[in-house]
């Protein structure tokens, strides 16, 4: 099998088909939402709103004011998302196109809004996690179109953020490349930290190999109607912060296309 550094900057159809894989692709469920974010190679996410605490606690870099706002800012964001998709008549499997209409309507000022409130997140578990390579976990499931479409999206998330660079996997079958045409609906899976169950390890006949580092990411096909990225950090303060879906291109410069 075949493996290479994620095409961060090879994002043309060629540059995507010659990208090797450890994993054979996995067709998703037909869930009509992604499920959590609990591990990397876990089925897609399902958000939850940002309210589970425990009384874990830990000494923050960051002013707890801006942490709590920027918490708030993205679970007003997800409280107006649901509002808007049974506004909108939950349209789409589990109300993902309704979910895209929410997208495509923010505002300049909410789109600034969410990437300093992503961006302050963010920078906390870069702090901790410079502590504690244990701690201060960032996850990112993207749901697109297709695959220039993700990676794009993964590409620009990654870079702006400064998050670790990994491996992609599962672009290919027993090395030999899957045809992008193939591919269709994708959903990319991306940890700064390793994570894969024993019985998953199992399931991809590799091993120890099979361990994921910092910055791996997973491709897989993805039939649901959902577009865009789901973000969960884990910070030292026990809060649990899952929120989406946000826009693939928040990163992006407006002349960006995919």
């Known amino acids: 099998m075949t493996k290479m550094c994620w095409p961060y900057q090879l994002l043309t159809l060629a540059a995507i088909a ?7 692709p996995y067709t998703a469920s037909s869930k009509s939402r992604p499920a959590a974010i609990t591990t990397l190679c ?3 996410p399902q958000p939850s709103s940002a309210t589970e605490t425990t009384t874990t606690s830990t000494s923050s870099s960051f002013p707890s004011s801006d942490i709590f706002d920027a918490t708030t800012t993205l679970t007003n964001y997800d409280q107006s998302q649901q509002q808007f998709i049974q506004s909108d008549g939950n349209q789409g499997m ?4 309704s979910a895209l ?3 495509h309507s923010l505002q300049p000022t909410t789109r600034t809004s969410l990437q300093q409130a992503i961006t302050t997140l963010t920078n906390q578990a870069h702090s901790e996690r410079a502590t504690d390579s244990s701690k201060g976990r ?3 499931g993207i749901c697109a179109s297709n695959a220039p479409e993700a990676l794009g999206g993964l590409k620009s998330w990654v870079a702006q953020l400064t998050l670790p660079r990994g491996m992609l ?5 027993d090395g030999v490349p899957i045809p992008v045409e193939e591919l269709g609906s994708v959903y990319v899976k991306y940890s700064t930290g390793g994570a894969m169950t024993f ?4 399931k991809s006949g590799r091993g120890f190999d099979a361990l994921w ?3 791996d990411a997973l491709l897989e096909m993805y039939d649901g109607d959902f577009r865009g990225v789901y973000f969960s950090v884990e910070l030292g303060d026990g809060v649990f912060r899952q929120f989406g879906v946000l826009p693939t291109d928040l990163f992006m410069e407006e002349e960006e296309d995919w």
């Open 213 to 215: 580092r910092p910055g």
């Open 138 to 140: 960032i996850m990112l």
């Open 169 to 173: 996997h599962g672009m290919d079958v």
């Open 199 to 202: 019985r998953e390890m199992r």
């Open 18 to 24: 010659s990208v090797g894989s450890s994993f054979s």
């Open 42 to 44: 876990s089925s897609p």
């Open 94 to 97: 589990g109300g993902g196109l």
């Open 101 to 103: 209409h929410h997208i």
